[in-house]
């Protein structure tokens, strides 16, 4: 039976894994679940939120699936989640972002992937408060890893059939870190002839995602850029309770919702798990369960486009709990 580490999270985290676990489990799905606890309660008693051994038991058992974790804002720890993916090496953010049958937003045909820079940027958290009234935010990109996230887009361009990558930077004013991003970019481009390269600025594509989704493809972004654009780009398809994602490294991989901890409806069985069973569903395609993870997605995509059950983040009044009652009932 395959082992796979299970972050819990905190926040929502730990409603939406029991509501993926049970789901996975009425699916009659065979896995050991490695359970590993990260987070403020965590730091509380370890000294630390994120444990060694939940980094062990990732690199041991290579594949995980984790929901949100808190991270204060302005003050205290590391993020865990920016900590865990540095420490993995996970470079590739992919966050898959397709309109779902059954939800109505004001965006038809939107078909986008956009392919996240994972390790560096104003995200490596690298600042320096200079005194009281200035402090400083280092931007870092290398040539390294924005090459490797050029490859990681170009190659899943061409795996997914996918026309056009777009290389999304702000290299006008960030002359010398985004603009060798998007060196980077353009080199890689060089060597995939049949896939057409385009540059954007960040602020434009913004501006025409709104207006004209449909016209995006593949989009390679550095860290921060990148996360920014695929919250946006979940408001397109319905939100971020649908809206997956997956850490990638060169020999581990972080399955884990777009979406933070929603601290404002934590305990509330309000919380929609859809985001993280998609998650579980691609991580089960990637560890070759697809017969499985097929059924589970079936069932999925009937509830939603039925639309008699849905969380309240999709319009509907229905709890976490009747929602996924609704999806083990159609497997
Ligand atoms: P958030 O994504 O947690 O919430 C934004 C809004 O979306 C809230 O109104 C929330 O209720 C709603 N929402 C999010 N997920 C939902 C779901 N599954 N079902 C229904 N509604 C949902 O973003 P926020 O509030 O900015 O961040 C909260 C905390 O989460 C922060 O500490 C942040 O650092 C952390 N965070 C963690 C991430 C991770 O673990 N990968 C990613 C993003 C944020």
Known sequence: MKTVTLIPGDGIGPEITEAVQ??????????NWDIQTAGADVAQIEGTPLPNRVIESIKKNKVALKAPVTTPIGKGFRSVNVALRKEL???????????????ET???DVDIIVVRENTEDLYAGEEEKVNDDCA????????????RIAQYAFELAVKEN????WAVTKANICKLSDGLFLECCKEVSEQYPSIEYKEILVDNLCMQLVQNPQK????????????????????????????????????????????????????????????????????LKYINENEKANKIEKALFKVIEEGDVKTADLGGSSTTSEFTSEIIKNL
């Open 136 to 147: 400083k935010s280092i931007k870092t990109i290398t040539r390294k890893a924005s090459t």
């Open 216 to 283: 995006f493809d593949v989009l390679v972004l550095p860290n921060l850029y990148g996360d920014i654009v695929s919250d946006l780009t979940a408001g397109l398809i319905g939100g971020l309770g649908i809206a997956q994602g997956a850490n990638i490294g060169i020999d581990c991989a972080v399955f884990e919702p777009v979406h933070g901890s929603a601290p404002d409806i934590k305990g509330q069985n309000k919380a929609n798990p859809t985001a993280l069973l998609l998650c579980a569903i691609n991580m």
């Open 22 to 31: 049970s789901i996975l489990k009425a699916a009659d799905v065979q896995i």
């Open 162 to 165: 996918r026309k056009t990558v």
């Open 89 to 103: 090496d996970l470079y590739a953010n992919i966050r898959p972002c397709k309109n779902i049958k059954g939800i």
């Open 106 to 108: 004001p965006f038809k």
